[in-house]
């Protein structure tokens, strides 16, 4: 077999113009490299169980994230044809309040037939801890008119939206579920790990996210 190495005893460039796939040739090389430079080879550490574990469930809580965002996108568009008040009294659509009061008050007519102390003792149930912020939403439900009345447009949006509530609540609770699960390493460890991981920088920062 000629030589396949270079005077550095490094491995021949392939040229740039060629764009050809070599099987044999790339085999040559390999044999060369186990054959006569054993040494310089490095020992290939495959990720840890601990490292695997980890990007699973960053990869879980990426697509939790954008199923939750895609579903609370859909339902403010909805409520936007018929209850459009309700997304001035809560700014954090994805928060358990927000469904919460959906599913109990589904229209703005509902609403306003809730005695006051009733809708005080939801918010403050809903760590609305601001006596201020009840009394101005409290006030706010009594004092809005209706956006309109046509059950053309109420009925299908308020059908979707029903449909879509009851989704997003393990949907919004998924990247919380998933800090609560133990990591075989804290963020300390975590830094500490081997980088032979791609990306082990990328998964170090998410660890200590997921475990804040």
Known sequence: MSSTLTA???????????CAKDDPTDAEVILELLVRHRDKLKRLEPESADMRALRRLVEWRRDLVQDRTRLTNRITD???????????????????IFADFLERWPTLQHAQRARRETLEAFFRAGNV???SS????????????????????IG???????????????????????????????????????AQARGPE???????HLRA
């Open 8 to 18: 550095t005893g490094a491995p021949p460039k392939r040229s740039r113009s060629c």
């Open 129 to 131: 801890r601001s006596a």
């Open 156 to 194: 299908p949006a308020r059908l979707l939206v029903e449909a879509l509530l009851p989704h997003p609540s393990p949907l919004l609770a998924g990247p919380r579920a998933l800090r609560r699960i133990p990591l075989p390493h804290g963020p300390a460890e975590a830094r500490r790990a081997p």
């Open 78 to 96: 909805a409520l936007k044809a018929y209850f459009p008040q309700v997304l001035e009294w809560f700014p954090d659509k994805e928060a358990a």
């Open 202 to 208: 990328l998964l170090i920062h998410l660890a200590a």
């Open 134 to 153: 009840i009394e101005k939403r409290v006030k706010a439900i009594g004092e809005e008119r209706p956006l309109h009345t046509d059950e053309a447009v």
